[in-house]
Each structure stands twice: as C-alpha cells, then as structure tokens.
C-alpha cells in the first residue's frame, strides 16, 4: 500500500508541475501555407506503392466504375444560380412520386454539392462525389409566411438550388419577389417542399424550415440523396435520354 501511495503521490506532483510550467507557454504566433496537389505528382510514380494500391483499387474501381447515365455537358452549383444546383433541386421534386408527395418547390442547399458534374458518362463515383453525405430526401409544409422568410434567408446568402416552379429576384441579399408556379407566394396558403432531412432544423442559416410542419422525413439508406440522383440518371437513361440542365433566372439578382 504504501508503494501505491508514493506512486499516486508521485503523479500528483508531476501533474502539478507540469501544469505549472503549461502556464508560462503562450502562442507567439501562427503560420500556414497551401501545398496544391494537382497532376504533377503523377509525372513521377513509385512502382512499390502502385503495386501494394492495385488490388484495392480494382475493388473500388468496381464499385464507383458502372455508368449511371450521361450528362450533356459539364455542371456545376453555383449562386445565385448553376446547373448543377438546379439538376439537383429538380431531382427532388421528380423523386416526390415515389413518396406520394406533390410538392410545390425543391431545394437543395449549395453546402451539400461537394463536385461538379462531368460531361459524358456518369459514374456511381461521379454521384458519391457530388453527394458524399448520408443527406436524406425530406418533405415538410410551410406557411406562405414562412416561406416568404425561407426565401429572404436564401437571399441574404445569394442562392441556393431551387426547383423550376420557382422565380427569384433579390437585391443587396434582400428578397425583392418570389412566385412558385407562376404566382406571387400567398402569405395565408401553405406550400409543400422537398428538400434534405439536413435543413429541417434550420441549417446552412435556413431558419425558417423550423416552422415546417407535416414532415415526411424516411430515414432508411435507400432515401440517401445519393441513391436519389443515381435512380434519376438510370431513368433517363432507360428513356434514351441525356441529362442536361439550363440556367433559367429562377434567382435573378438586380
């Protein structure tokens, strides 16, 4: 027992003194710097390590390599308005049937685009790159009060994705007019929307989804936003279809 004692002691002291001296260090400073990692480490290849890689990699070329379906040209997301943003907010509302939900609107915030869209073949890697989260397809009912307040959040940050049933015009990041389908937002009506299961709690500076009601919101993997827009490339290419997307003034910024 006493052994035990003096070694409990012993770290007691140590703590302390090294707590003690914690106490005169402070940060002079900090530094940092960008290393860019781009094709020129491609120039010059170790043929050790491309030979331990090259069993894992068949594997994952097996997985990400089959085609999906084909983009008609190169896409990207962008405020106030992008290609890519606009493919995606649409794939929401085309996927609403599967749920028997009608929406009136999509959105799909620009923080969960996280690559571009290639032109050509579209792989299974291609998507996992665009939407890497375990984001899930979600469905809420919205006041046209609360919606008018969603749209000014979105303004105050520039854009966000929004389906094509949605114009936008915005000035100095403050909402100017929406309409939805054609027809100014009606503060007294309620609006149904499909956007990811991430934004139900007022992420990404959208507080007003807070006030959503009716939630439809399954949590099962098969909903991953993912497997959403693979589902989508594979129907239009089972269609003979090419998928494209046009920048169509849904946010116009004055």
Not at 67 to 87: D, Q
Not at 97 to 118: C, F, H, I, S, T
Not at 235 to 243: A, I, L, P, S, W
Request: proline share 4%.
């Amino acid at each position: 027992m006493k052994r035990n004692s003096t070694f409990i002691a012993f770290l007691a002291v140590l703590m302390m003194a090294v707590s003690a001296c914690r106490s005169h260090y402070e940060v002079a400073g900090m530094q940092r710097s960008r290393i860019l990692v781009d094709s020129r480490y491609d120039i010059q290849t170790d043929a050790q390590v491309t030979a331990f890689l090259a069993p894992y990699k068949h594997i994952v070329d097996s997985v990400m390599g089959p085609v999906v379906g084909r983009s008609a040209k190169y896409m990207t997301a962008k405020r106030p308005e992008g290609t890519l943003s606009n493919l995606l907010a649409d794939i929401l509302v085309w996927a609403a049937k599967d749920y028997n939900e009608q929406p009136d609107l999509g959105l799909y915030n620009m923080g969960g685009v996280r690559a571009d869209l290639p032109k050509g073949e579209i792989t299974y890697g291609d998507v996992l790159d665009i939407a890497p989260f375990e984001n899930k397809i979600a469905f809420v009912t919205m006041s046209g009060d609360a919606l008018l307040e969603l749209f000014g959040q979105i303004a105050a940050v520039g854009g966000e994705g929004l389906s094509h049933s949605v114009r936008m015009v915005i000035q100095n990041r403050k909402l100017v007019s929406a309409t939805v389908n054609g027809e100014p937002v009606d503060p007294a009506r309620s609006y149904r929307v499909t956007t990811i299961d991430y934004l139900l709690g007022g992420t990404d500076k959208m507080e007003a989804f807070k006030k959503g009601t009716d939630i439809n919101s399954p949590k099962d993997a098969s909903n991953n936003t993912r497997f959403i827009i693979m589902n989508y490339f594979r129907d239009m290419q089972k269609q003979g279809k090419v998928v494209d997307s046009e920048i169509e003034g849904r946010v116009i910024v004055k």
